[in-house]
Antibody, heavy 122, light 110 residues
């Protein structure tokens, strides 16, 4: 099983862009059996699927966030990233990256990062 | 898409069985056998417990089982243990690469 680790600023100002990176260790982003996704959990609330990306470059974004989200792959570094622009306090959450099944265990996420807390505040 | 509906909380005593429901629509749970369940302890990464409605990943206890009828999926935990106390989330494929989570259920082991 690979290990996933999120990294990025823990504090972002309102109206700015939240940028996070997920580093995949012990596995390859180019494995077509999987997709790579971002999920978040606001304080006191449940999990929310933000979006995902496949090795092909195809992406899916949650319609409620679609206008503000970009997910990208960097296969040279074995990383994938999340950018969320025009953030507000409502974007304060623990952000997780995860591996999901694209060929088996379809759409289930079997490997997760530990999560990183992002606070939006001036 | 709307979040799947789960009870906010369930409880049971050690050794008992509990069932958590997850109700969706004809656009998600009702149309695809692609429901997964996650166990989430505070401060830790969520853990996949069930995929494709009723399949258990390697290493997950046989005490965890899943099923589906119509638009409602269910997670059953038998022989409750103290370490089962956690939040549980269902998740379903909703077509066109969309994935939707339930609101989560807090399981308390009395």
């Amino acid at each position: 099983q690979p290990q996933l680790q999120e990294s990025g600023p823990g504090l972002v100002k309102p109206s700015e862009t939240l940028s996070l990176t997920c580093t995949v260790a012990g596995g390859s982003l180019t494995n077509g059996y999987y997709y790579w996704g971002w999920i978040r959990q606001p304080p006191g609330k449940g999990l929310e699927f933000i979006g995902n990306i496949y090795f092909s470059g195809n992406t899916y974004y949650n319609p409620s966030l679609k206008s503000r989200v970009t997910i990208a792959l960097d296969t040279s570094k074995n990383q994938f990233s999340l950018k969320l622009n025009s953030v507000t306090a409502a974007d304060t959450a623990v952000y997780y990256c995860a591996r999901g099944g694209a060929s088996q265990m379809l759409y289930a996420m079997d490997v997760w990062g530990q999560g990183t807390t992002v606070t939006v505040s001036s | 898409q709307s979040a799947l509906t789960q009870p906010a909380s369930v409880s049971g005593s050690p050794g008992q069985s509990i069932t958590i429901s997850c109700t969706g629509t004809s656009s998600d749970v009702g149309s695809f056998n692609l429901v997964s369940w996650y166990q989430h302890h505070p401060g830790k990464a969520p853990k996949l417990m069930i995929y494709e409605v009723s399949e258990r990943p390697s290493g997950v206890s046989y005490r965890f089982s899943g099923s589906k009828s119509g638009h409602t999926a269910s997670l059953t935990i038998s022989g409750l243990q103290a370490e089962d106390e956690a939040h549980y989330y269902c998740c379903s494929y909703a077509g066109s690469s969309a994935v939707v989570f339930g609101g989560g259920t807090k399981l308390t082991v009395l």
